[in-house]
């Protein structure tokens, strides 16, 4: 339940959504847990809209590169920054964030309030929760993203807050790393990809925006300068070759919408109105209900695209147990291939067949593969055409396999792993074949497709799907010396499941932050294992078949 303070912290933001032109038709915000904090739930039936919009929003409330460049405070200070390039537009808004929070009269203080003042992902996390992601693939993603941000923090971050505060006539306020940290978080879990009207984004004149809200000590129109559009088109990043009917792809905040929750059944999309005809409001983002029905009181869900546990928890700070849309990252370190034989050529090979060396594996792939979990529809992004044939006269000798059809790797992934793998004997057919080639057509080099094509008539399938058993046994040795089997992690989730809050196998409470990282962990477990059955299985007909010379 919220508390007397959180409910007068929700009364001056939706009194602020109000002031501003936001409406709210048939929903309500309020507090939902406290991993959620606020979520947006349906209204009682009596007062749903017939439109199913049931929340509107105005664009100029959104928080954007272009707002910050027009600021009369910040906008100055970043402009040349920006268009030096020394900064891009998403370190705008974080900065922007990290300054308005500290500011005392900052008139986005009622919707800044609202926010999570702590995060669940591994930024956050304590010294001792961290371990519990050793041997995964975001415990060194962290390292590295932390470091990256405390020497931002120090380089760029607080001299110019530190100075824009003393501008802004406040000698009080003191900047801090986790201030900067709370900004970076807040842009990450927040941020929508907004679709605006070209119209939007470059208003022909003031008056063509309308009012400016009324809380802001900025005017709203954000791009309209006196500077004119010129000095705008090269703030917003690729819009210079679009014409007034055209999109304008822009990543911002827009309050109120970003209290939207996740969900793998969504009931509502949001969808921008760039005349009106659909919300009322020109200029506006729209939530929509894409339920049979609103059920009164029901949170209100939207789906954050199919992430699978890992980008979840990074990004969002929460993970999906059974989460369908898992993936393990697979590759092969870029670092290790000037150490292995015949490394230039291998590299060369590399670049012509434009070869992926990390690849996302989704959890889906397994339903069409040797050992199904479940069958389920094939989803169109896992849908692809394996192609092994060209037409030239070596092509085609290497007979097919039996397998193709069940193979779950990615035939990029595969051909990448056939290069690192060849043997010289390999290498000097597949430098032959593409002679062969350049010798009749002296004008053309060979193309992206005949190189793969060379490669995979010299070496077959069982190298690549040698190293890729190879690969994924490290990866599975790296995983459980760090933190133990798949059966630990699910008799530690097992036991920590048996109370509404979870705990460890010793009776203590188990934290949020170390059940997000086993239920992560156990999945990544799960398909390693999954994943290299399947790779052995491949091996072992590779190996049995006319596929081994």
Request: contains cysteine; glycine residues 6%; hydrophobic residues 35%.
């Amino acid at each position: 339940m919220a508390n007397s303070e959180e409910e007068a912290k929700l009364e001056r933001f939706l009194e602020w959504l109000q002031v501003n032109g936001a409406e709210l038709r048939g929903c309500h915000i309020k507090y939902s847990d406290s991993q959620k904090g606020f979520g947006i739930f349906a209204s009682s039936s009596s007062t749903q809209p017939s439109d199913d919009v049931l929340l509107v929003v105005p664009l100029d409330l959104a928080i954007t590169p272009m707002r910050v460049l027009q600021d009369p405070l910040l906008g100055p200070e970043c402009q040349q920054m920006f268009q030096q390039g020394q900064v891009d537009d998403r370190f705008l808004m974080i900065l922007f964030l990290t300054l308005e929070r500290l500011r005392i009269n900052s008139s986005w203080k009622p919707y800044l309030d609202m926010l999570p003042t702590r995060f669940g992902n591994p930024l956050w996390f304590s010294d001792v929760d961290i371990l519990e992601l050793k041997g995964t693939n975001l415990y060194h993603a962290t390292e590295l993203q932390k470091k990256k941000l405390i020497s931002l923090y120090h380089e760029k971050v607080e001299p110019l807050v530190k100075k824009l505060l003393i501008l802004d006539g406040d000698s009080q306020s003191e900047v801090s790393f986790e201030h900067f940290l709370w900004a970076n978080s807040v842009f990450w879990s927040r941020a929508l990809n907004i679709p605006l009207p070209h119209s939007f984004v470059f208003p022909q004149s003031q008056e063509d925006v309308g009012e400016y809200p009324s809380t802001s000590h900025t005017p709203e129109t954000d791009p309209a300068s006196s500077n004119g559009d010129k000095d705008i088109q090269a703030q917003v990043p690729g819009a210079s070759s679009l014409g007034p009917g055209d999109t304008v792809w822009v990543e911002g905040l827009v309050p109120g919408i970003d209290f939207c929750n996740h969900d793998l059944k969504p009931v509502a999309t949001w969808e921008v109105d760039g005349t009106g005809l659909v919300s009322r409001i020109p200029s506006s983002m729209y939530l929509l209900s894409v339920a049979q029905q609103c059920i009164p009181n029901k949170e209100v869900s939207i789906s954050y695209g199919n992430k699978g546990n890992e980008e979840l928890l990074y990004l969002y700070g929460f993970v999906i147990e059974n989460n369908p849309d898992d993936y393990l990252m697979v590759h092969y370190p870029v670092e290790a291939i000037p150490s292995i034989p015949f490394s230039d050529t291998k590299g060369q090979l590399l670049e012509a067949q434009k070869a992926q060396l990390r690849y996302l594996l989704p959890k889906s792939a397994l339903n069409h593969g040797f050992f199904p979990q479940t069958t389920s529809k094939l989803r169109e992004s896992d849908e692809k055409e394996t192609v092994r044939s060209c037409s030239f006269s070596w092509s085609g000798q290497r007979k097919m396999p039996s397998y193709m059809n069940k193979l779950v790797f990615p035939e990029d992934f595969m051909t990448g792993l056939r290069t690192i793998a060849m043997q010289e004997e390999e290498i000097y057919k597949v430098s032959a074949m593409l002679e062969e080639l350049v010798e009749s057509r002296p004008d053309e080099q060979p193309s992206e497709t005949e190189v793969r094509m060379a490669i995979w008539e010299a070496c077959g399938d069982s190298g690549a799907l040698q190293l890729l058993v190879d690969l994924l046994n490290a990866k599975m040795m790296k995983l459980e010396e760090n933190s133990g089997t798949e059966e630990e992690d699910a008799r530690l989730l097992g036991e920590a499941c048996c109370d509404e809050e979870p705990r460890d196998w010793d009776g203590r409470r188990m934290s949020r932050n170390k059940w997000s990282s086993v239920v992560y962990r156990r999945g990544q477990k799960q398909l390693t294992r999954l994943f290299l059955k399947e790779a052995e299985h491949a091996l072992h007909l590779a190996l049995s078949s006319s596929d081994h010379h």
